[in-house]
């Protein structure tokens, strides 16, 4: 075969070969960040909120689940309070961030979300502050408690919260003035029966 058709061909190799190749730029899918998982990340400035979710057994009520990294070398943190727009979150427990560690929140179960969004399959937007003055918002989806989320310690908000202006304090003095009231008629009876005998 003489060498001006080698050439040609391989000159046409190349031209066809050329697309091919550069379907592997520099823009490809394994230059950016990937998350396989289903939980939300937000990167901020001194802390990572990695894998954020609120998992709920029962509509309207879940536990805020979060991996938070604190990324400064020689400075702790603290996480203040976390907000939502439809929601109310308590920290059942202050949550402090060593400098240069991570902090997973599934195993402490630290902060209780309620609300009438709140169901699996659904997100909602918190934001996270602490104590450097970092503010971090984030859409975090709420799922059920299955398959990874199975063994997530369930928050439990303490009585002092009230969840809505009318539902949890008025639902707390009528039902202590309910029994009360009940017990003073038998705690009434009891005495009057037993002076009698």
Known sequence: MPK?????????????????LGACG???QTNKVYQPAVGANARGASV????????????????????????SLDQDDELTGITGEDVQVQLTAPVELRADDLLNLADSGAAAVE???????????????????QQT???????????EFA?????????????????????????SASPSAGESASGSA??????SP
């Open 4 to 20: 001006n058709v080698r050439r040609r061909l391989a000159a046409a190799s190349l031209v066809l070969l050329l697309p091919t």
């Open 151 to 175: 063994d997530v310690t369930p928050a439990e908000p303490s009585s002092s919260t009230s969840s809505s202006p009318g539902s949890s304090p008025s639902a707390s003095p009528s039902e």
């Open 26 to 28: 520099f823009g490809a």
């Open 190 to 195: 009891s005495p009057s029966e037993s002076p």
């Open 137 to 147: 918002e984030i859409n975090v989806p709420v799922v059920a408690p299955e398959e």
């Open 48 to 71: 990572d909120v990695l894998g954020a979710v609120v998992v709920s057994e029962d509509e309207g009520s879940g536990t805020f689940v979060a991996s938070l990294v604190n990324t």
């Open 115 to 133: 609300g009438e969004g709140i169901r699996a399959g659904s997100y909602t937007r918190l934001t996270l502050e602490f104590g450097s003055g």
